[in-house]
């Protein structure tokens, strides 16, 4: 008798609680604005967080309170652009792309050891895997795992960009241990950038690779002006309007490479 009324006393407590917590909720629910709904309908749902925001519907509430510009979404694109603004009354402008490239373009590694560890990046960081080039990709795909839109894949060593697919989410940069991807914006429907991470000299780095930048500064003296800086032997392209002719370079080991909407993945020249 004692055990029936102890459990119908807990039964009863239980019931007055959800009672009051439902109260509560319909007390306190704050509805979201109907505007905030149809901007979080035409955002594609990636929760990619390119725009900056953790998720689709965070950011659409950062639009809806002008905290934060419309052309945020790299996967929207003008189109999603100018949904927003006909939802919202804002100003549509052009959207940015902004795409990834991997610096490192060795198709055959050098090896120092044998690795049987696991084939993940990850925990071929952790030893080094074998290779002879520390700074080199290790080829186990992680950053293709990481990309929601099938952008990267492995096929010839290293990963290999389909231009089109990528939005430049950032996924595969966080995805990758050697921090050997960059997401750059594209100017003219290309982008320009040196395959290589190594910062050893000249000297060691043709030793661990045939393709690697030893920061000889040829591209720093023959393209045009800004167009590239090296610092601790190691080239990198920046962000210029002129446009980079990649072929008068003449880059000793072939490490500059473009990337353009023609291609499916990169091309060194």
């Keep these: 008798m004692e055990i029936l009324q102890s459990i119908l ?88 792309v902004f795409k990834a490239v991997i610096h490192c ?22 030893t080094g895997a074998g290779l002879a080039c520390r700074y080199g990709c290790f080829g186990y795909g992680d950053c293709v795992n990481a990309c929601p839109f099938g952008a990267l894949k492995v096929t010839s060593g290293v990963p290999e960009l389909d231009f089109n697919l990528c939005i430049g989410c950032g996924l595969c940069v966080d995805a990758c241990p050697r921090d050997l991807i960059e997401i750059k914006k594209v100017l003219k429907d290309k982008i320009v950038y040196v395959a290589c991470s190594n910062i050893q000299s000249a000297k060691l780095t043709r030793t661990v690779c045939s393709v690697g930048c030893i920061g000889c500064k040829i591209c720093e003296k023959r393209a045009v002006e800004g167009a590239f800086k090296v610092e601790n032997f190691l080239a990198r392209a920046e962000a210029v309007e002129e ?27």
């Design 243 to 269: 446009e980079i002719d990649i072929p008068a370079i003449k880059c000793p080991t072939a490490c500059i490479h473009e990337m353009s909407n023609l291609d499916a993945g990169d091309s060194a020249l």
């Design 105 to 126: 373009g060795v198709k055959e590694r050098k090896i120092l050891a044998e690795y049987d560890g696991p084939r993940d990046c990850l925990s071929a960081s952790l």
């Design 9 to 96: 006393v807990l039964v009863g407590m239980g019931l007055i609680s959800g009672i009051l917590l439902a109260v509560a909720y319909g007390k306190l629910k704050v509805d979201e604005d109907p505007v905030i709904e149809k901007i979080t309908e035409v955002l594609p749902g990636l929760n990619c967080g390119a725009c900056g925001y953790a998720s689709c519907g965070e950011y659409a509430s950062a639009i809806f309170q002008k905290l934060t510009d419309i052309g945020l979404c790299r996967a929207g694109g003008d189109a999603l652009n100018e949904k927003i603004s006909e939802i919202t009354g804002l100003a549509s402008e052009a959207a940015e």
